[in-house]
């Protein structure tokens, strides 16, 4: 298989579970809900020792800086976080696994990993399913496959995703054209990021847009397919953009965004993401280089807020952080740069 790793940033596996006899989770009473939440919990805890679990409302075991970190970081949504006092989250030791319990619906697995990887993303999920759909009640239908609060996930309760970055077919328009194609596919290609923590710059999510009519492998199968196609196609960009001799005004962006990046006395997250977007661009194009192969992914995770107030060590205030993300991009880039 070719090197996509320039393009394709992660995979992940999404499945969708409810217990039979009790109400989605906006419609619980806080008393059905401990009942939903321990059972789940139970059963989830027991199939693997190191799974952890975080009661989002008990601040006594976690703090809410380490809460809204999780959300920054995809492991929860802002459902989770609001909606409910009754709702928690089981994560592995590395926060590959994460198991939502009381969101939209009971269950939500989830599995994300690195690079293209969405098939063994799908083989470690399903592998936990079938443990859950073994000891729990779970609501399915013969005829359309498993209930979920929101009638557009019902069937497999599957979402599988690929985040792509892709710059030169964003450049050159044709991004749009694509866009247009999947979707007579039963695909999706949104350039927001999953809940909507931030938008990233030329950064795109891969997704099946049905959940019914086929087997959860046949969907799985094809975003890999199609996401390497795109990525194909990505990779015919690029080398158009050095050909026709539009790589100066890449370059051109690229040392702006560095320049600002470098330069700036403050800077917010939505500009800062932009900015980090044009230099990941100039890495891929070979315009810049690091030390460190796609450190500027785990980048655009520190400078989003609490991860960032994290990483002050909570010394800095929130009115404080723009100017902070300044100097802390300004050290990383500098000290990371070797071309």
Same mark, same amino acid.
């Given at each position: 298989?070719?090197?996509?790793?320039?393009?394709?940033?992660?995979?992940?596996?999404?499945?969708?579970?409810?217990?039979?006899?009790?109400?989605?989770?906006?419609?619980?009473?806080?008393?059905?809900?401990?009942?939903?939440?321990?059972?789940?919990?139970?059963?989830?805890?027991?199939?693997?020792?190191?799974?952890?679990?975080?009661?989002?409302?008990?601040?006594?075991?976690?703090?809410?800086?380490?809460?809204?970190?999780?959300?920054?970081?995809?492991?929860?949504?802002?459902?989770?976080?609001?909606?409910?006092?009754?709702?928690?989250?089981?994560?592995? /030791?590395?926060?590959?696994?994460?198991?939502?319990?009381?969101?939209?619906?009971?269950?939500?697995?989830?599995?994300?990993?690195?690079?293209?990887?969405?098939?063994?993303?799908?083989?470690?999920?399903?592998?936990?399913?079938?443990?859950?759909?073994?000891? @729990?009640?779970?609501?399915?239908?013969?005829?359309?496959?498993?209930?979920?609060?929101?009638?557009?996930?019902?069937?497999?309760?599957?979402?599988?995703?690929?985040?792509?970055?892709?710059?030169?077919?964003?450049?050159?328009?044709?991004?749009?054209?694509?866009?247009?194609?999947?979707?007579?596919?039963?695909?999706?290609?949104?350039?927001?990021?999953?809940?909507?923590?931030?938008? /990233?710059?030329?950064?795109?999510?891969?997704?099946?847009?049905?959940?019914?009519?086929?087997?959860?492998?046949?969907?799985?199968?094809?975003?890999?397919?199609?996401?390497?196609?795109?990525?194909?196609?990505?990779?015919?960009?690029?080398?158009?953009?050095?050909?026709?001799?539009?790589?100066?005004?890449?370059?051109?962006?690229?040392?702006?965004?560095?320049?600002?990046?470098?330069?700036?006395?403050?800077?917010?997250?939505?500009?800062?993401?932009?900015?980090?977007?044009?230099?990941?661009?100039?890495?891929?194009?070979?315009?810049?280089?690091?030390? /460190?192969?796609?450190?500027?992914?785990?980048?655009?995770?520190?400078? @989003?807020?609490?991860?960032?107030?994290?990483?002050? /060590?909570?010394?800095?205030?929130?009115?404080? @952080?723009?100017?902070?993300?300044?100097?802390?991009?300004?050290?990383?880039?500098?000290?990371?740069?070797?071309?």
């Amino acid at each position: 298989m070719k090197d996509y790793s320039s393009i394709i940033v992660s995979s992940k596996v999404r499945l969708l579970r409810n217990l039979i006899g009790f109400e989605f989770p906006s419609m619980l009473t806080e008393q059905e809900g401990i009942k939903v939440l321990n059972k789940v919990a139970d059963t989830v805890l027991n199939l693997d020792k190191s799974f952890k679990i975080y009661r989002i409302k008990t601040l006594s075991e976690i703090s809410e800086l380490d809460v809204n970190i999780m959300h920054e970081k995809k492991l929860i949504t802002s459902r989770l976080m609001d909606a409910y006092g009754y709702g928690a989250v089981v994560l592995s /030791e590395n926060e590959d696994i994460s198991i939502m319990i009381n969101e939209s619906d009971h269950i939500s697995e989830q599995c994300m990993l690195k690079g293209l990887n969405l098939i063994n993303a799908y083989d470690r999920i399903n592998y936990i399913d079938n443990q859950i759909l073994s000891k @729990l009640e779970i609501a399915f239908d013969d005829s359309i496959g498993f209930l979920t609060s929101n009638i557009a996930d019902v069937g497999t309760g599957l979402k599988a995703g690929v985040t792509l970055f892709l710059p030169a077919l964003t450049l050159s328009g044709k991004i749009r054209e694509i866009t247009s194609t999947l979707q007579s596919q039963g695909l999706d290609l949104s350039s927001m990021n999953d809940d909507e923590i931030e938008s /990233e710059a030329y950064t795109y999510t891969l997704s099946n847009s049905q959940t019914i009519g086929k087997k959860e492998t046949d969907y799985v199968v094809r975003v890999t397919e199609f996401a390497i196609k795109i990525a194909d196609m990505e990779v015919k960009a690029r080398t158009d953009m050095v050909s026709y001799q539009k790589i100066d005004d890449v370059r051109d962006k690229v040392y702006r965004a560095w320049g600002i990046l470098t330069n700036c006395y403050k800077i917010n997250v939505a500009e800062s993401s932009e900015l980090l977007g044009e230099i990941k661009m100039g890495v891929a194009l070979d315009l810049i280089r690091f030390k /460190e192969v796609n450190f500027i992914d785990k980048l655009m995770q520190d400078i @989003l807020p609490y991860s960032l107030t994290k990483i002050s /060590e909570s010394k800095v205030t929130y009115l404080e @952080l723009d100017k902070y993300r300044a100097t802390f991009l300004s050290n990383v880039l500098k000290s990371k740069r070797i071309k």
